[in-house]
């Protein structure tokens, strides 16, 4: 063997050497504990279900799928004739209860009452006359002057007047008192009545409007006008865009890392040179087995904890179920003021965005 060949054998084992120690090295040194954590899920939302409040048919809807909507903004019209009739005959019915409790309240008028007595007045003079005459007649029949007939029927005659007389002072008495308190609050229960169910047919003709319960987006479109609803049957399907944050599971060797509160970036496919600041709002109670659609088939078996990081400058970018990337630095100070971190950043709310 030549001086050269040995020189490059030599060589060759001393950096066949070097690269051995270099590799064990490197795989029997103890590995530093990352400073970032970076978790992958999707991006969740609540939806709410708008629905009328009654049952008819639906006459128009005002906004298509994709329409951005604010809470209190009228979205649909159901057919509001059967409810405008009832509505009409129950102001009908509550303005004469008012009328029969305003007649009782005010009384009897000042010609009821001369009325009244000027009948028992004149009921009176005859009351008198026949008493007259019978006193007369009954004075007279002893003696024979009269006859018993004359006598009796004297008396008929006066006691009928004065029955009559009687009736016309009680009537007379009864119109200048007015009517019975008990009759005033029985007109007033009548009319109150009237009044309440006024309001409640206005209230269900108010229903055939139907107004965003909440800001969102106009996910879907499930009725169409002439349809038959219920207050059972959802009109649209409204995806919030406020919270909205990203769904993912934190294995229980990391769990003691995280705080709610902490600071988290979140990036996207669709945007990747986008950061959308957000921060940890949720951390699960409980265990549970990682979701199918986030690990390979060699962890789904692992227990995870569900994990929910909040943001509120998506921008309208953030779509729901788009994959996303979560990075959370471990060496934030926590701060008790960071829990309401979300709520400051959103202009009001909660941190964990209930």
């Not at 978790?39 to 048919?57: C, M």
């Not at 409007?209 to 059972?232: C, F, H, N, T, W």
């Not at 692992?302 to 979560?326: D, F, H, I, K, W």
Request: aromatic share 8%.
């Amino acid at each position: 063997m030549t001086k050269r060949k040995r020189m490059v054998l030599v060589f060759g084992v001393l950096v066949l050497g070097a690269a051995i120690a270099l590799g064990a090295y490197f795989w029997l040194r103890p590995v530093g504990v990352s400073s970032t954590l970076t978790l992958y899920g999707n991006v969740d939302i609540r939806e709410v279900d708008a629905a009328f409040n009654d049952t008819g048919r639906v006459a128009k809807l005002l906004v298509q799928e994709g329409d951005v909507v604010h809470k209190g903004e009228l979205i649909a019209l159901m057919d509001d004739k059967r409810f405008s009739d009832e509505l009409d005959a129950a102001n009908a019915q509550a303005a004469q209860q008012k009328q029969v409790l305003v007649a009782l309240q005010a009384g009897s008028r000042p010609e009821q009452i001369a009325q009244a007595k000027a009948r028992m007045d004149a009921l009176e003079v005859v009351y008198k006359n026949d008493k007259a005459n019978y006193e007369r007649y009954a004075t007279l029949a002893p003696t024979g002057a009269a006859t018993l007939q004359k006598r009796d029927d004297a008396q008929a005659a006066f006691l009928n007047a004065e029955q009559n007389y009687m009736a016309a002072k009680q009537a007379y008495e009864l119109a200048v008192k007015g009517p019975r308190a008990e009759d005033i609050a029985a007109a007033q229960a009548s009319y109150d009545g009237a009044v309440a169910n006024a309001k409640l047919a206005q209230q269900k003709l108010d229903d055939t409007k139907l107004y965003a319960p909440v800001d969102g987006i106009i996910e879907s479109r499930v009725q169409e006008p002439g349809d038959m609803v219920s207050p059972a049957t959802p009109i649209y399907t409204i995806a919030r865009t406020d919270p909205l944050w990203v769904r993912a599971y934190v294995p229980e060797s990391e769990l003691g890392r995280i705080k709610l509160g902490m600071a988290a970036d979140i990036t996207t496919d669709s945007y990747p040179d986008k950061v959308y600041p957000g921060w940890v709002g949720y951390l699960s109670p409980t265990a549970e087995f990682t979701p199918k659609n986030v690990e390979t088939p060699d962890l789904r078996a692992q227990l995870v904890y569900q994990l929910r990081v909040y943001t509120c400058a998506s921008e309208n970018e953030l779509r729901l179920g788009m994959p996303a990337t979560v990075k959370i630095d471990l060496t934030q100070q926590q701060k008790d003021q960071q829990v309401n971190r979300g709520a400051n950043e959103c202009g009001g709310g909660d941190a964990t965005g209930n």
